[in-house]
């Protein structure tokens, strides 16, 4: 999401680098328990299988891309996410595959977070018209804490700045390997798709810190919703790339947080782009602005978050850069329910 409580994103940081160093170990030391959030891309179908894991395979050839989002561009390295994605179908089996490797940098490098999933996803025939698929994701969820970056308040001499040892005492690990369960669910059919996925099934404990002798929170679940459709202007042919207009939506919510998009992508030729508004339910959030480029099997696409909320004018904007390869040259497209989302490719 993009108001991630680890380091809040909505907490009005401080123009100095002490200042922002202290907030965040303010807001660490709240979320080292961990109540975290999981980043979401503004571009979140050029990332699916972050989305949900029912997107296994959910293209007619396989597909793999990449993304990297820079967020809060005021602040210093305030949030860099990357993630890297590769999934293909087995038509025999009605079954798609998927690896998803992501990354997230908080607080120019006080706290780093790697994940690594694998994703199964299965395709049930409902009509001719209609089709399910479940999805599986099982992954290996690391963070890791630069505790000697850390500013505390007993540190902070009023004239001196950071200058005093603080009395904190630092944790044994700093480093935690845990597994991680998801699962989702995807309604397709020639003309829309409506999905959603459960994260975090086992609530995996990240925490450095007990909240008491006896409990430590894990990560919260969280739950997606999407869905849109498709707008055919052209189907498109060997000389001509087919164009179309897809509104669509995205709910996420994790613990008390919560974020929707509302918006579309429209592609005409080798040429598309979107707009969204996001929404945070505490306030409004940002306005998404996408353009890209797509030639054969290779698309690239280059967003951008004009801040709204009560940031605007001091976090700066957010840039976020993706990019796709499809492996279908060569292939005949078929028309079958696996494959309704050209968005993707």
Same mark, same amino acid.
């Given at each position: 999401?993009?108001?991630?409580?680890?380091?809040?994103? *909505?907490?009005?940081?401080?123009?100095?680098?002490?200042?922002?160093?202290?907030?965040?170990?303010?807001?660490?030391?709240?979320?080292?328990?961990?109540?975290?959030? @999981?980043?979401?891309?503004?571009?979140?179908?050029? &990332?699916?299988?972050?989305?949900?894991?029912?997107? &296994?395979?959910?293209?007619? &050839?396989?597909?793999?891309?990449?993304?990297?989002?820079?967020?809060?561009?005021?602040?210093?390295?305030?949030?860099? #996410?990357?993630?890297?994605?590769?999934?293909?179908?087995? $038509?025999?089996?009605?079954? *798609?595959?998927?690896?998803?490797? $992501?990354?997230?940098?908080?607080?120019?490098?006080?706290?780093?977070? #790697?994940?690594?999933?694998?994703?199964?996803?299965?395709?049930?025939?409902?009509?001719? $018209?209609?089709?399910?698929?479940?999805?599986?994701?099982?992954?290996?969820?690391?963070?890791?804490?630069?505790? @000697?970056?850390?500013?505390?308040? /007993?540190?902070?001499?009023?004239?001196?700045?950071?200058?005093?040892?603080?009395?904190?005492?630092?944790? /044994?690990?700093?480093?935690?390997?845990?597994? @991680?369960?998801?699962?989702?669910?995807?309604?397709?059919?020639?003309?829309?798709?409506?999905?959603?996925?459960?994260?975090?099934?086992?609530?995996?404990?990240?925490?450095?810190?007990?909240?008491?002798?006896?409990?430590?929170?894990?990560?919260?679940?969280?739950?997606?919703?999407?869905?849109?459709? $498709?707008?055919?202007?052209?189907?498109?042919?060997?000389?001509?790339?087919?164009?179309?207009?897809?509104?669509?939506?995205?709910?996420?919510?994790? *613990?008390?947080?919560?974020?929707?998009?509302?918006? &579309?992508?429209?592609?005409?030729?080798?040429?598309?782009?979107?707009?969204?508004?996001?929404?945070?339910?505490?306030?409004?959030?940002?306005?998404?602005?996408?353009?890209?480029?797509?030639?054969?099997?290779?698309?690239?696409?280059?967003?951008?978050?004009?801040?709204?909320?009560?940031?605007?004018?001091?976090?700066?904007?957010?840039?976020?850069?993706?990019?796709?390869?499809?492996? /279908?040259? *060569?292939?005949?497209?078929?028309?079958?329910?696996?494959?309704?989302?050209?968005?993707?490719?």
């Amino acid at each position: 999401m993009d108001a991630r409580p680890v380091c809040c994103r *909505g907490c009005g940081a401080g123009k100095m680098l002490t200042m922002r160093k202290l907030l965040t170990v303010l807001l660490l030391l709240a979320g080292l328990s961990v109540q975290a959030q @999981d980043p979401i891309f503004s571009q979140f179908y050029a &990332a699916p299988l972050q989305l949900n894991p029912a997107f &296994a395979g959910s293209s007619y &050839a396989p597909r793999m891309g990449a993304a990297y989002r820079n967020q809060w561009t005021g602040f210093n390295n305030a949030y860099r #996410t990357y993630a890297a994605f590769y999934e293909q179908r087995f $038509e025999r089996f009605n079954s *798609g595959i998927g690896f998803n490797l $992501e990354g997230d940098n908080a607080g120019d490098g006080i706290l780093r977070t #790697t994940r690594f999933s694998a994703f199964y996803s299965y395709r049930l025939k409902i009509t001719d $018209e209609m089709a399910v698929k479940i999805g599986v994701e099982a992954g290996i969820y690391q963070t890791a804490l630069d505790w @000697d970056q850390l500013v505390f308040p /007993d540190q902070i001499d009023p004239l001196g700045g950071p200058v005093i040892t603080t009395s904190e005492q630092r944790p /044994d690990q700093l480093n935690k390997t845990v597994l @991680d369960i998801s699962s989702g669910l995807l309604f397709l059919n020639e003309h829309f798709w409506l999905g959603g996925a459960l994260k975090h099934l086992n609530t995996p404990n990240l925490g450095y810190l007990l909240v008491n002798d006896n409990l430590s929170r894990g990560l919260p679940l969280r739950y997606t919703f999407h869905g849109g459709t $498709e707008i055919n202007v052209n189907k498109g042919n060997k000389v001509r790339t087919a164009s179309f207009i897809s509104p669509n939506f995205l709910f996420v919510a994790q *613990g008390p947080y919560k974020q929707l998009n509302i918006g &579309a992508y429209a592609a005409f030729g080798p040429v598309f782009g979107g707009g969204w508004y996001r929404h945070t339910f505490r306030n409004a959030d940002a306005a998404i602005l996408m353009l890209g480029f797509r030639h054969e099997m290779f698309k690239i696409g280059l967003s951008y978050d004009l801040t709204v909320s009560g940031l605007a004018g001091r976090a700066g904007g957010t840039y976020e850069m993706t990019f796709g390869f499809f492996f /279908d040259k *060569g292939r005949k497209r078929p028309l079958d329910l696996n494959d309704c989302t050209k968005m993707f490719h």
